[in-house]
């Protein structure tokens, strides 16, 4: 089994900074793509950023220029870096992996979800 645990959230000030932490742990063999979603009330989940294996990076126009994703794949942890933070940027921000793991199938990729973490931007 694949655990995700994200890290960071919390209340910030407009044009306050937060960092985001997914650290990846279990059985698999690689993490191949990973992003940071987001989910506002009332509203459905949106990609905020993604990145691939081989570190390229995309980013929701909403975000661009102000969010930055990394990964660190020694360590298994994905990183959202969000500066010059908005009220409309509040939601809960969750963590999605593709690993490379074993399944009752043999060897394949899977999707899994961190439980989320809550980021508020208000003054």
């Known amino acids: 089994q694949v655990q995700l645990v994200e890290s960071g959230g919390g209340l910030v000030q407009p044009g306050g900074s937060l960092r985001l932490s997914c650290a990846v742990s279990?059985?698999?063999?690689?993490?191949?793509?990973a992003g940071w979603y987001r989910q506002a009330p009332g509203r459905e989940r949106e990609l905020v950023a993604g990145?691939?294996?081989?570190?390229?990076?995309n980013y929701a126009d909403s975000v661009k220029g102000r969010f930055t994703i990394s990964r660190d794949d020694g360590k298994h942890t994905v990183v959202l870096q969000m500066t010059t933070l908005k009220p409309e940027d509040t939601a809960v921000y969750y963590c999605n992996v593709q690993v490379v793991t074993y399944t009752d199938s043999g060897i394949a990729e899977l999707g899994f979800w961190g439980q989320g973490t809550q980021v508020t931007v208000s003054s």
């Open positions: 990145i691939t294996s081989g570190g390229m990076t």
């Open positions: 279990g059985m698999f063999f690689s993490i191949n793509d």
